[in-house]
Each structure stands twice: as structure tokens, then as C-alpha cells.
DNA sequence: ATATAATCCAAGTAATTACTCGGAAAACTC
DNA sequence: GAGTTTTCCGAGTAATTACTTGGATTATAT
């Protein structure tokens, strides 16, 4: 529908700190205040540069949060397929599972308070290109382990399960790395996920 | 924090259809623009009444979008312990989780496009305390069928477990709901849900 | 050094919005 | 039917907000 393109990017690097200043108040502002309170006035004194300099290098407001979720998301992703990568190697597929869950609660939780506004609270996040195909991707993903663990106890709706295994994966992934307690306890409640996620997909426990 | 209380609650025959209409209207335009576009003057011509009358029921527009949450809330809830209560009469816990995500996604689907906006979008909803508590019953309530379908193959974190087990299926009964999709298509979904829900919750797959 | 392009900026604008106010009409009480 | 309460209403207000504009300043190219 719309497009969240910016309008120039910056070429000098006077204009990219500016750029990425921008970047970095919408990200304070939202965790502290949330996607309500978020005014592209407030956004440009946050980041220390006239209404002006935003306007040259957004289009509007919506652009700013697109692209701050696009380098979030970029990050995460490229997490992730490097966490399959290595998972991939492991011949274990319920090591390679407890892997995949750790490594994406752990790149979500460095900024779970932008990320807890972001994914759940701005409107047209989800429909954003960089969260359909990392939705996609995460869907794919759970086909592959199903598979690797061996098919003997299938499922009879190969893809609607991996849908529905990865849906409730990725919620269960946020709902962990939004959760304000301390770390034991999230590695915790990770590996019991990766668990869970291993009996949905699988159908059994993993062996010890 | 706030309260949301109403202000006044409508007496007479004629006030109590003008606080539903506020209500309708505002369910209407959820569905239809968002809540981003929801603005009071918009609820009231919608409605079919000034804009003071609106304020002399609601303290403010967060508390008309609170009061309709409640009331659809309590819809679900209500299906939801009657399909409890059922469902505990039924011996097999299999045939119960069935049953019980069945009125889950039954109870969402003929507003789903409320229902989207309000437990998606909405950034006080999911604090509000017909929520919180609704989440709470499903904890306790995924706890109960791991219980009740033996504890051979047993989990262990029981609490954390089930914790995890009724944010994942919460959120995969919204997914379902949400899809726009046909009745068969739905059910199967459903159908599949229930089975990984019982496979997180025994660890094994139910019996034929 | 000059021309061109990039960057910066903030006062101003037009539109929107939540909510108030004060009084009129209708319903209930006795 | 007088008095009281409930209900209805919409013009008006004060605040907010996304975005424009046009000119000043700085960097780059030649």
C-alpha cells in the first residue's frame, strides 16, 4: 500500500549521524512513552535536529518507525539465520531447536521495550515487508526441523501445523523476551519453550 | 492506574439504547477504520447522538473502548466456562481440549474484526483486568488438563509450562480467528491447534 | 574560487480532536 | 402538575500535531 521509502538518504556523514540520530530518539521514545505519545516534533528534539531535517529525509512519521523497524528487524534476522546455520550442523535437531529458541530471545531481549511497542502496539508493523517474510521464513523453518526430527510421528497437515508451530512459537518468543524478570529465569522459561516447541513438532520428548 | 469507571450508567429505557448505541458505533468503526481513526465526535454521530451525550456516560474515550471490551470479554468468558464445565464432564481430556479450543475460536470469529483491533492494537487493553484475569484462568486451566490427562510423561516446570502452554495456544486462537477464511479451512485449523496443544501438554499424541 | 548540491532549521499553518458548558426537553416522583 | 432528576445536545475551546516553506549554512566538485 503506502510506501515507507525515505525520501533522500543522506550522502555525507554529517546527514547520516543526523539520520541515525532520528533513529535512535524514535527508539528511546517509543520504549519510554510508547507509540501514543510518539509526535515527529518530539522525535527531532530528541535527536537534537530541526522538524525540518526529519521532514528532509522521511516522508512522514510512519517512515521513521518503518525504518527504525527494518535495522531492528535486520538484526534479528541475521541472527537468526546464522543460528540456523550452526543448527544445522549439529546433527541433534533438539539441540539445533534449543539453539534457534535461544538465540532469538536473546536478540530480542537487548531491546525488548522498543520491540514490546513496535510488534504489538503499532498498527501497520505487521503488514511491513521485513515482519511477512520473517514470519514466512520462521514457518519454513519449522517444516525443516519437523523433518530433521524424523517423520515417524507425523502430523497430518504438514503445513498448516508448521504455521500454526511457528505462530505460536514466535508469540511465545516475544511474550519471553518482554517478560521483565532477570536472566535465570528467562533461560528458563527459553528452554522450556524449546521443549514445548519440540513436542509440537515432533511429538515426543527429546530424548535426555 | 487509571479508572474507567463510567461516569454515570444510564437509568431510564431511552439513556440505556443511547449507551449501546455508543457502544455499536464504537464496535462498528473499530472494525471498519482502526483505532487510530476512533475518535469520539466520529463514536457519537455514528451513534446517532450529540457528543455530550456520549460525555455524560464515559469520562473519556478510553473508557467507551474499555466498557465494550468488557462487555465482549465477558461473552468469551462466558462460552468459556460453560465449555469448562463441559469439558470436565467428558472423561477424555482429548475430546475436552477439542471441545474447548472449538468455543475459544467459535466465541472470537463472529466479531473477529473487533476483536483484532482490540487485542491487537490497542495498547491499554491487554492491562485491563477482564484480560489479565482471563489469562490467568488459562494458565490455571492448561494446568488442569495436563493433570487430568495423566502425569506420566510429566513436565518439569508445571507452572512455567503451563504459563508458556496458554500464552502460545491464546495466541494461536487469535491467529485462527483472525484469518480471513472459510468455516472448513477454520476448523481444520482448529482441529490442529488442539492436537499441538495436547502434545505440548502430554507429550505425546492423543489416542486415535 | 565559484557553482552546485547537500544539509540544517524553526516559525508558521491548517486540520484535527478530546472534552466542556449551559440550557432545553423528557421522564419520573409525589 | 409542581418539582426533581435524567437525558439530550452541539456550538465552542484550548491544545495538539503532522507537515510546509524558504532561506541560511556547510560541504563537494571542478
Same mark, same amino acid.
Given at each position: 500500500?503506502?510506501?515507507?521509502?525515505?525520501?533522500?538518504?543522506?550522502?555525507?556523514? /554529517?546527514?547520516?549521524?543526523?539520520?541515525?540520530?532520528? &533513529?535512535? @530518539?524514535?527508539?528511546?521514545?517509543?520504549?519510554?512513552?510508547?507509540?501514543?505519545?510518539?509526535?515527529?516534533? /518530539?522525535?527531532? %528534539?530528541?535527536?537534537?535536529?530541526?522538524?525540518?531535517?526529519?521532514?528532509?529525509?522521511? =516522508?512522514?512519521?510512519?517512515?521513521?518507525?518503518?525504518?527504525?523497524?527494518?535495522?531492528?528487524?535486520?538484526?534479528?534476522?541475521?541472527?537468526?539465520?546464522?543460528?540456523?546455520?550452526?543448527?544445522?550442523?549439529?546433527?541433534?535437531? #533438539?539441540?539445533?531447536?534449543?539453539?534457534?529458541?535461544?538465540? @532469538?530471545?536473546?536478540?530480542?531481549? +537487548? %531491546?525488548?521495550?522498543?520491540?514490546?511497542?513496535?510488534?504489538?502496539?503499532?498498527?501497520?508493523?505487521?503488514?511491513?515487508?521485513?515482519?511477512?517474510?520473517? /514470519?514466512?521464513?520462521?514457518?519454513?523453518?519449522?517444516?525443516?526441523?519437523?523433518?530433521?526430527?524424523?517423520?515417524?510421528?507425523?502430523?497430518?497437515?504438514?503445513?498448516?501445523? @508448521? #504455521?500454526?508451530?511457528?505462530? $505460536?512459537?514466535?508469540?511465545?518468543?516475544?511474550?519471553?523476551?518482554? &517478560?521483565?524478570?532477570? =536472566? +535465570?529465569?528467562?533461560? $528458563?522459561?527459553?528452554? +522450556?519453550? @524449546? /521443549? &514445548?516447541?519440540?513436542?509440537?513438532?515432533?511429538?515426543?520428548? =527429546?530424548?535426555?
Amino acid at each position: 500500500m503506502t510506501e515507507y521509502k525515505a525520501k533522500k538518504r543522506p550522502k555525507q556523514a /554529517r546527514s547520516r549521524a543526523s539520520f541515525d540520530a532520528i &533513529l535512535d @530518539a524514535t527508539a528511546r521514545l517509543l520504549a519510554r512513552r510508547g507509540y501514543e505519545d510518539l509526535t515527529t516534533n /518530539r522525535i527531532a %528534539e530528541q535527536a537534537g535536529v530541526g522538524i525540518g531535517t526529519l521532514y528532509d529525509f522521511f =516522508p512522514n512519521k510512519e517512515a521513521v518507525v518503518a525504518e527504525l523497524t527494518g535495522r531492528l528487524m535486520a538484526g534479528v534476522v541475521e541472527n537468526m539465520e546464522q543460528a540456523f546455520a550452526e543448527a544445522s550442523r549439529m546433527e541433534d535437531p #533438539w539441540a539445533g531447536v534449543r539453539h534457534m529458541v535461544t538465540v @532469538a530471545v536473546g536478540s530480542l531481549v +537487548e %531491546e525488548r521495550a522498543v520491540f514490546r511497542v513496535l510488534l504489538r502496539q503499532v498498527p501497520f508493523v505487521p503488514q511491513l515487508p521485513v515482519m511477512v517474510s520473517s /514470519r514466512e521464513a520462521m514457518a519454513a523453518l519449522s517444516q525443516r526441523v519437523r523433518i530433521a526430527a524424523g517423520g515417524a510421528l507425523d502430523l497430518p497437515m504438514p503445513e498448516e501445523d @508448521a #504455521w500454526l508451530i511457528s505462530e $505460536m512459537l514466535y508469540n511465545a518468543l516475544l511474550e519471553i523476551a518482554f &517478560l521483565d524478570i532477570g =536472566p +535465570e529465569r528467562r533461560q $528458563m522459561l527459553t528452554r +522450556e519453550l @524449546a /521443549r &514445548l516447541t519440540y513436542r509440537m513438532a515432533v511429538g515426543r520428548d =527429546p530424548e535426555a
